[in-house]
């Protein structure tokens, strides 16, 4: 079956940084998205990953090997604001994105 | 209005009743997705539109009917649910169901509640 993994909830404090990891196992692979979700609102997408290596954005960068199945989402220079839910998502061989649980993502002043 | 819009925002029924909901995308998408999210986890995958044709249903019960009048509305109406069906209702909407990054915007969801 397909599967995506992350934790379940991480707690960070501000002007840290903190790790979202995310390991996967589907069918294929045609990229990998981090989207950010807070509580009561719409996804909001962050980034997209679909070859090895790290991908910069400001404050978050995503990181991707597919030999490993594995992604990882950085967040620096925390801010009260980032406490939300970070869902990763692949899309398997049918175009299909797989979503994992989410990690909901508490800070701390 | 920008984005994605979903009306109404929250929703309580009986088992009984029938609803729709609606969704809204101004971005000039061409596909349009329903998904279910249930408190902790995954997003359940239960339609897609892609140039107004349906392309994919997930195995979803006959009392969910998705309905794709044109490339900008999508509506999900419900008829006898159950009240395991209570869960945030998200649409979202990308360029076109194909290959690609094809980002996945989403609205902020129809909250529903079966009594």
């Known amino acids: 079956g397909q599967n995506i993994d992350q934790p379940t909830e991480m707690t960070a404090t501000e002007g840290a940084i903190v790790q979202i990891n995310c390991t996967y196992q589907?069918?294929?692979?045609?990229?990998l998205f981090w989207y950010q979700q807070h509580a009561g609102e719409a996804p909001t997408f962050l980034s997209y990953?679909?070859l090895d290596g790290l991908e910069e954005k400001g404050r978050f960068s995503s990181f991707l090997s597919r030999s490993k199945g594995y992604s990882y989402l950085l967040l620096k220079e925390l801010q009260m604001k980032d406490s939300a839910s970070y869902l990763c998502?692949?899309?398997?061989?049918?175009?299909?994105?797989?979503w994992g649980a989410g990690t909901k993502l508490i800070i701390k002043p | 209005e920008t984005g994605v819009t979903q009306t109404p925002r929250h929703l309580v029924m009986g088992m009984t009743n029938k609803k729709s909901l609606k969704c809204e995308q101004h971005?000039?998408?061409?596909?349009m997705y329903w998904y279910k999210q249930s408190a902790k986890k995954p997003l359940e995958l239960m339609f897609v539109?892609?140039?107004?044709?349906?392309?994919e249903n997930n195995s979803v019960p006959s009392r969910f009917s998705p309905e794709c009048p044109n490339s900008s509305h999508l509506f999900l109406h419900l008829h006898t649910l159950q009240p395991e069906d209570s869960a945030l209702y998200l649409c979202?909407?990308?360029?076109?169901?194909?290959?690609?990054?094809?980002?996945?915007?989403f609205g902020p969801g129809t909250r529903l509640t079966v009594l």
């Open positions: 589907t069918s294929g692979f045609n990229g």
């Open positions: 971005l000039g998408h061409n596909a």
């Open positions: 979202a909407s990308s360029q076109d169901a194909g290959g690609g990054p094809d980002t996945q915007y």
């Open positions: 539109y892609n140039f107004k044709e349906q392309t």
């Open positions: 998502a692949v899309r398997d061989d049918n175009y299909q994105l797989i």
């Open positions: 990953n679909v």
